[in-house]
């Protein structure tokens, strides 16, 4: 299995955190998102502890929110003694809904509008992380009526390809995000952030890409990070507090993806900007990193009910589930990689039968994984499982053809409990006029 938290019972059933999940599906219905406690909290302390010894007291790891964002993933995320990284005003808004700590908060985005610069600021939210000149002026205005100094981190980019899929990798130099050092544009932005009198600049930010399984593009990304520090310092004697490296580890969708020991990851990552500091005759700045993925993905499933089997002889075979796109529209954009299984009948047959699962809604792009083998009786009624699921898609699912979203249910102590409420079909149309 892919994922420590899942077994199968004596009644062939799939469990996740120890709990049957066809009781769940009786109990919740499907489509169902699950999510286990557990191994997000186990997966916050990985970082916590493994930044605090690799890199010092002052380290801190910031949860990446978007990978999934509701109240108690942020109720759990502060338990657990994380930061976290917000993309926009309804991120911040469910943050500080539960009480989240803001000045452990950083405010991504590289198009913050007025609206979201002020609602951040009388917030009290920690850190911008500023992607270009406009949004540093407006944030410099907005704070000056507002009689506020407003830390920042200046988003940079390193100029590297991390070799994952084009949607995720963001720090070439031709990205939409930030200030490529190598046009000279950081350092511009950077001298002039230091002039600007409601704005202190704390640090720089830089993320590579997501879906990275060693720390190739975190040991490039952070030599160009301390080379652009020790120059700043040289340059405009401008002492760098914090460096922010972003997120990226991988998580396991196939049993053939690589394991990644994240904990030895960072103290290599660790141990390598240090001797380059000290090669810079610079101080290792205090550091960031911003796991999204690595936190939640496997610490979440998605449940269907398989309705209609469709055999299109010498074609190809679909079995259809009962959600798709709107809850998991990650096959659709950038053709990701899942595990699927019959949850309901995990050990009764060998499976032989190759099909497509597809999803409800009405584009046939709507599928969910293509040459997935399940058992060849495979029928209306039975559950299906999606692993790994936790990450970017509840966060990313819609309501694409007035489909109602999927409650989160979350197991903790092999107890089941609901994290986000199932939508009805009123719910689909309440701001209907
Ligand atoms: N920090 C920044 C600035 C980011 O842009 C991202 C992800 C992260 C941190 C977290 O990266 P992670 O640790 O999760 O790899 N929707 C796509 C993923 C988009 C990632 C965007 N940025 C997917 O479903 O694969």
Redesign the pocket.
């Known amino acids: 299995m892919i994922c420590k938290n899942l077994s199968v019972n004596s009644e062939g059933h799939l469990c996740f955190a120890g709990v049957d999940t066809v009781s769940l599906v009786k109990k919740h219905g499907t489509p169902l998102y699950l999510m286990d406690e557990e191994r997000i909290r186990e997966c916050c302390r990985v970082y916590v502890d493994a930044m605090r010894d690799a890199f010092g007291e002052d380290a801190l790891p910031l949860y ?1 929110s ?2 999934a964002s509701f109240k108690q993933m942020y109720r759990i995320i502060n338990e657990e003694g994380m930061g976290t ?1 917000l993309v926009s005003s309804g991120e911040l808004y469910t943050a500080a809904s539960v009480g989240f700590p803001l000045k452990k908060a950083y405010f ?1 985005s590289n198009n913050k509008t007025d609206a979201d610069i002020a609602y951040a600021i009388d917030s009290g939210v920690g850190y911008f992380v500023v992607d270009n000149v406009e949004e540093l002026d407006s944030i410099d205005a907005i704070a000056k009526g507002k009689g506020v100094k407003q830390k920042i981190l200046l988003r940079l980019t390193p100029g590297i390809d991390p070799h994952t899929y084009e ?2 990798a ?1 720090g070439k130099v031709d990205s939409k ?1 930030g200030s490529a050092i190598e046009t000279g544009q950081a350092e511009q932005i950077a001298k002039y952030a230091c002039e600007l009198e409601n704005i202190k600049l704390c640090g720089f ?1 830089c ?1 590579v890409g ?2 990275v399984f060693d720390s190739d593009v975190f040991l490039r990304a952070s030599e160009i990070m301390l080379d652009f520090i020790a120059l700043m310092q040289k340059k405009y004697g401008f002492i760098t507090l914090e460096l922010d490296l ?5 998580a396991r969708y196939l049993e053939s993806d690589p394991k990644i020991d994240i904990a030895a990851n960072i103290h290599e990552v660790a141990s390598h900007m240090k001797a380059y500091c000290q090669r810079l005759g610079i101080s290792l700045p205090a550091i960031r990193m ?5 936190i939640v993905a496997d610490a979440g499933m998605t449940l269907y009910t398989a309705g209609t089997v469709k055999r299109i002889p010498g074609y190809k075979n679909y079995v259809s589930v009962d959600g798709g796109m709107a809850d998991n529209p ?1 096959y659709a ?2 053709k ?1 990689s899942y595990t699927v299984c019959l949850a309901n009948r995990m050990t009764s047959t060998s499976p032989t039968f190759s099909c497509t699962i597809a999803g409800r809604c009405c584009e046939s792009g709507d599928l969910i994984q293509e040459n997935v083998t399940l058992p060849a009786d495979i029928t209306r009624g039975d559950v299906i499982a999606v692993l790994t699921t936790g ?2 898609n509840y966060s ?1 699912s819609s309501n694409y053809n007035r489909l109602p979203k999927p409650p989160v249910v979350m197991i903790k102590d092999g107890e089941d409990y609901i994290a986000v409420k199932r939508e009805s079909l009123a719910d689909v149309c309440k701001n209907d006029i």
């Open positions: 990446a978007k990978a990284d991504h949607a995720v963001t995000f930010h993320h997501s879906q972003g997120g990226g580890y991988g911003e796991p999204g993925r690595s990650r954009l950038y990701s990450a970017y990313m």
